[in-house]
């Protein structure tokens, strides 16, 4: 078990026009290619896929969460069980997040019925018992209460790096308090402070096979994003992540990339919980290394499938198609033509939109590996592009932007 | 579009001591070795597979519900999108019953509240609106009233021949009236009766270029079983189905097969809608060749999975384990340690019950695998079995029968 960390970063090639980079990230499990799109596998398995799907979708690397595997089955089982990878059959980098996006998630996000970078929930949430603020948050760390049982659950730095160190991740985040759009200057300020000290706790007690990134915090003021990039990335983290809240819209998301990136040195960057398709567009265009959001696989089992721009996806139907919509109960081409998926690869959108509306299991299976497979090739693409330096006239091709 | 049918079957060797036989099937989409166990795609789809995980299973057919196929999506557009095989990705031999088992399953079962070998069902079906009568059937045919939308939809043998026809399965069924246990002797004539003007019906309107079984009604009645096997033997069916009621129990079941099977020719004989483990056995034994059977999958759903005898399976648990129970919260062991299926070869029983408790949907694939895998072979070890003639030292080992 002395397993020696390995982690080494490197830039491989820089955008001329933008702060796009081509980049690996190399581990003791395999290598990363950046840009990067990391699955979720909220509770160590990719919602609706088995570990066989995720190599046949050549995923490079998954992200798991720490405060719902505390919980459910236990860090201390799934250590027993032999590490994460063991327990859900992959063998390539893990990443997991830290607890701290649940300070936010269950507690203010509900609270104000927010999304993190400010987008009211159009849906669900809305009733009060929903909104009901489950999380305690001082100096010493975060309560929160499950929402199965009503127990309360503490966490500090030192238990997040010894959950983190039990499943046996290659990358960890540090302890970090993620904020609401809604918390003023006074609280973000406070909850700031609180992550930095927390920064400085988990660097001390983390576990040393892990790479350990930071989190920057700061919400949407300037100085406090300068100050946590200053304080971050002054501490020898292996990389550097930037955490919500990203203000009220998309472009206040991309203002705080801009108000951080450019501080930034060459440790590889995380955008944590980001993106839609555009998104990804634009947080690469800002110097994003990797992303990680479970939007692709819940869009996915909501009946949203991804459509390339070749087949008429655009910024305005957000590259998706509806598949319920009764235009496809008959349509024999494949969700996306160009597609080169699994699904596309064998089935219509009549069949997929079938097992859909007859509520039938296979279906999220084959929708969630078209959007994720649709979301690896996209980055590809990135990549690709960045590499030939064509990288803005993708963007281009596929925003439709002057 | 002329295709031409194909069907043949041969009986390849005779048990000694038994009525089991080994045999082959052969369509023009492929072979079935018999005996075989056909999993059941009730809407075009293997509860929670692909038909990737059918051949990955290495399935030699499958069997789709005429009747829920008319509905949703309707026979009409899946001939238009070139056929079920077409729509559903799969390439080998399909089965379709004729949608004369709705006359049971949604008429006098649900009425009477009982499976058609007589076990009232222990849980579900309770309430008086799920006791509701949606058939009304007479000699013209059989009405169903949709549980969706309250719409009734008529069939008779010219529509199911027509229906199976726009599917375009291999193998189909005639159109049957299926009764229930409690229905009397009277009312079980009658409807064995209709069943066979039906299933002269289907003789005449079914497609020439697929294969058809008649279906022997007749009860728990030893005089109608006998006129009803004499009726059906004697027209030009392909094959003989054995349709339910079956009695009251798995012995009244054995008893029907002993009425029936002694005097059919040596066509392939179909037992409709069973069977568990032990049933498989009992009716090999009695002579059956094919069986099909939403069990597997349905128990796997429900987190029943299944274990040899060489792992502690047997009668009295029938075969299974619970996979919810406390004890294999952190079991390193697969589900069944002598399966070769992919859940078994990657997974351990504690990661399947972690994704069970957690509600993740990636645990109905994993369980169907290993549900149907294991189905399909015990199929191959009775197969040997019958080959090596050692099948009732098998059945011996596995149901510990004297």
Redesign the interface.
């Known amino acids: 078990m002395s397993r020696k960390k390995k982690f080494h970063f490197e830039v491989l090639k820089e955008d001329k026009k933008s702060r796009a980079r081509l980049g690996v990230i190399k581990t003791a499990r395999g290598s990363i290619d950046t840009p990067y799109f990391i699955p979720v596998a909220t ?10 799907d995720l190599a046949d979708l050549g995923a490079h690397c998954i992200l798991a969460n720490t405060y719902h595997l505390h919980l ?2 236990g860090d201390e ?1 799934i250590k ?3 590490g994460l990878h063991r ?3 992959f063998d390539r980098p893990i990443f997991t997040d830290s607890a701290g996006f649940q300070a936010f998630s269950l507690g203010l996000g509900r609270e104000h019925n927010i999304s993190k970078i400010g987008s009211i929930f159009p849906e669900g949430r809305e009733t009060e018992d929903k909104r009901e603020n489950l999380t305690r948050i001082t100096d010493a760390g975060i309560s929160i209460k499950s929402a199965h049982d009503g127990t309360w659950h503490f966490l500090d730095a030192k238990a997040s790096m010894k959950i983190q160190s039990n499943l046996g991740s290659e990358i960890i985040m540090a302890f970090d308090e993620c904020t609401s759009p809604l918390s003023d200057y006074e609280y973000t300020k406070m909850a700031m402070k609180r992550t930095h000290e927390w920064a400085k706790l988990s660097l001390k007690y983390h576990d040393r096979k892990q790479a350990i990134y930071g989190i920057i915090q700061g919400g949407w003021f300037e100085d406090l994003r300068h100050e946590s990039t200053q304080f971050i990335s002054s501490l020898p983290f292996d990389g550097i992540a930037i955490g919500g809240s990203l203000g009220n819209s998309k472009s206040d998301m991309h203002q705080v990339l801009e108000w951080v990136i450019p501080k930034l040195d060459e440790r590889p960057r995380h955008l944590l919980g980001i993106g839609e398709i555009d998104d990804i567009f634009e947080c690469v265009e800002r110097g994003i290394d990797t992303f990680d959001c479970v939007t692709p696989t819940r869009l996915a ?1 909501r009946g949203n499938l991804f459509i390339s721009p070749e087949s008429g996806g655009g910024v305005e139907n957000k590259f998706r198609i509806t598949i319920k919509a009764p235009q496809y ?2 349509d ?1 081409k494949p969700i996306d033509p160009r597609c080169t998926c ?1 699904t596309c690869q ?3 959108r ?2 997929v ?3 859909y ?2 509520n ?3 279906y ?3 929708a969630s590996v078209h959007n994720l497979h649709f979301m690896l090739r996209l980055m590809e693409q990135i990549r690709a592009s960045i590499q030939n330096g064509t990288f803005s006239r993708l963007k281009k091709k596929w925003l439709k932007t002057p």
């Open positions: 509770l160590a398995s990719v919602r609706a896929l088995g570990s066989d459910k089955p089982v027993k069980l032999g327990f859900m059959a089992r109960k008959d024999k699994p064998r089935y219509s009549a069949y939109r079938h097992l509306t007859a039938e299991l296979s999220f299976k084959l």
